[in-house]
């Protein structure tokens, strides 16, 4: 009923012309997810701690990560339902694409929750299996591809762009583009959630792709800025900047809670979750590749777990003992290993981000 007089009240306010302009609703959208997420927070760890919903920590880890056991964790919980509310309220509810990164969202957020729900409610350790996984994540990506595929108006909607070269396009035929959508969504959604060992590691680097896709976004659903900049224009994908934002204040308000020493943790229900939203607004946008850039920290965390697995296997079977190319994966852990500390490698994971952004943003000038 509250939803519902709140969605009723935004679509009212609406009617003033000066709520129609995109970058006024996707700051609004920040604060509004930042508030929801701030004064829901402390009210929802107090009742994960009363439900003993707490993270186990691999005994085979860092030492010092030993303490973090029992700490509450399914918190991606609340970064959804805080980016879902604001996205209703402020979003144009009459765009496709808003409906289509909300419900691949919050499908590839529900993946998590059964995962991490059977993990530490039915002490199953092996969660959700990876195959049963794996199956729900492809089906809801590929869904994703046919449905960009079918609604695509013109050829620049499903063309492969390469940043840095104004006119470095590569037409994608039908399965090509939806496979291509499939990798990217799935593949970005494992990847945020390989990231999310540390305190804090995974969230604020969301933060700042989920910023610059907003810019991406607006850029590519205004027609003069596409045309001046290069970039596909691609009416109705502006109002993915009002989601991005949404994403972006609820990052920052959740750090918060889960700056070291974390109170709560994301789970797969966030991490899962957030890395597809990322990984949708970039193929809707057609910035697959600068996705990849931009996400630098979370590309080299799960090539470092495909690398570490693949050569062990390797090892192995040619050697009758498995090696190891890092001393543990994913990568954080390999240079907490080395001796850095857990905020060292935050922070400086943080920093690499940054400029990596940086340079998915200037991508946009540098054609």
């Known amino acids: ?162 940043p840095f070269f104004k006119h470095a396009v590569w037409p994608l035929g039908a399965i090509v583009f939806i496979v291509l959508v499939y990798l990217v969504i799935v593949g970005s959604s494992n990847a945020v959630n390989l990231t999310d060992g540390l305190d804090g590691l995974a969230i604020m680097p969301t933060v700042m792709v989920a910023g610059a896709l907003s810019v991406f976004s607006y850029v590519a659903g205004h027609a003069v800025f596409a045309k001046y900049l290069g970039v596909p224009h691609i009416p109705g994908a502006g109002e993915l900047a009002v989601f991005c934002a949404a994403i972006a204040g609820a990052g920052l308000a959740f750090l918060w809670f889960n700056a070291y020493p974390a109170e709560v943790f994301m789970g797969d229900v966030g991490a899962l979750a957030l890395g597809a939203a990322l990984g949708t607004v970039a193929v809707i946008v057609r910035q697959e590749i600068v996705l990849f850039i931009m996400g630098g920290v979370f590309v080299v965390e799960a090539v470092s777990v495909m690398l570490q697995v693949s050569y062990f296997k390797y090892t192995k079977k040619r050697y009758g003992q498995g090696k190891r190319i890092f001393l543990m994966a994913p990568l954080h852990h390999h240079f907490e290993q080395k001796g850095w500390k857990e905020t060292q490698v935050v922070v400086r994971f943080w920093i690499i981000t940054m400029l990596l952004v940086l340079i998915g943003l200037a991508t946009l000038k540098l054609r």
């Open 1 to 162: 009923m509250l939803l519902a007089l709140a969605h009723w009240f935004a679509q009212d306010v609406r009617t003033f012309s000066v709520f129609n302009y995109i970058t006024l609703r996707a700051v609004l959208a920040a604060m509004t997810a930042l508030f929801i997420t701030f004064l829901v927070g402390p009210t929802m760890i107090r009742r994960l701690a009363q439900l003993k919903i707490g993270q186990s920590v691999r005994t085979d880890g860092p030492q010092t990560h030993l303490v973090k056991a029992g700490t509450p964790t399914m918190g991606g919980a609340l970064i959804l339902t805080s980016v879902a509310i604001t996205t209703l309220l402020w979003g144009d509810l009459s765009n496709p694409y808003i409906w289509v990164v909300l419900l691949t969202t919050i499908g590839i957020g529900a993946i998590g929750w059964v995962d991490d729900y059977r993990k530490v409610v039915h002490r199953n350790s092996d969660g959700l299996s990876a195959r049963a996984k794996i199956f729900w994540q492809s089906f809801i990506a590929l869904a994703v591809g046919i449905f960009l595929w079918t609604h695509a108006s013109l050829p620049a909607h499903t063309e492969l762009i390469v």
